[in-house]
């Protein structure tokens, strides 16, 4: 995957503060940790991911509405291992 040194910092520090979330479909994942959002986009074979915006609200919080209605989508847990090349 690739990432400016921003971006995967930021992944970093924020998956340790709480639950690491996805959404939407594998073409353009939403990855949800902390107060911040990161998009995971593929071509050609080679993934970039890239900070989008910080939330006004946690991934934790987040969590708690899924689990308190069904949503729209795919979503659920991060299980992935991100490396970074």
Same mark, same amino acid.
């Given at each position: 995957?690739? @990432? +400016?040194? +921003? /971006? *995967?910092?930021?992944?970093?520090? +924020? /998956? %340790?503060?709480?639950?690491?979330?996805?959404? %939407?479909?594998? #073409?353009?994942?939403?990855? =949800?940790? &902390?107060?911040?959002? *990161?998009? =995971? /986009? !593929? $071509? $050609?074979?080679?993934?970039? =991911? !890239?900070?989008? +915006? !910080?939330? &006004? #609200?946690? @991934?934790? !919080? $987040?969590?708690?509405?899924?689990?308190?209605?069904? &949503?729209?989508?795919?979503? &659920?847990?991060c299980p992935a291992?991100?490396?970074?090349?």
């Amino acid at each position: 995957m690739l @990432a +400016e040194d +921003e /971006s *995967w910092n930021a992944l970093a520090r +924020e /998956s %340790g503060k709480g639950p690491v979330l996805y959404t %939407g479909p594998a #073409s353009a994942v939403r990855i =949800l940790a &902390g107060r911040m959002t *990161w998009t =995971l /986009s !593929e $071509a $050609a074979g080679v993934y970039r =991911l !890239e900070r989008t +915006e !910080e939330q &006004g #609200s946690t @991934a934790g !919080e $987040a969590l708690d509405q899924w689990l308190q209605r069904k &949503g729209n989508g795919p979503r &659920g847990f991060c299980p992935a291992v991100l490396i970074r090349r």
